[in-house]
């Protein structure tokens, strides 16, 4: 579930969820500087 849009499918596992929404929330925060 690493790189990409694996997170996505591994919605079952919470870890890979609040992963996933750290990873895109830092490319969001990064792209917005």
């Known amino acids: 579930p690493f790189g990409g849009e694996g997170w996505i499918v591994s919605v079952d596992d919470l870890d890979d969820i609040i992963g ?4 895109l929330g830092s490319i969001c925060i990064l792209g917005g500087i």
């Open 20 to 23: 996933g929404h750290v990873w």
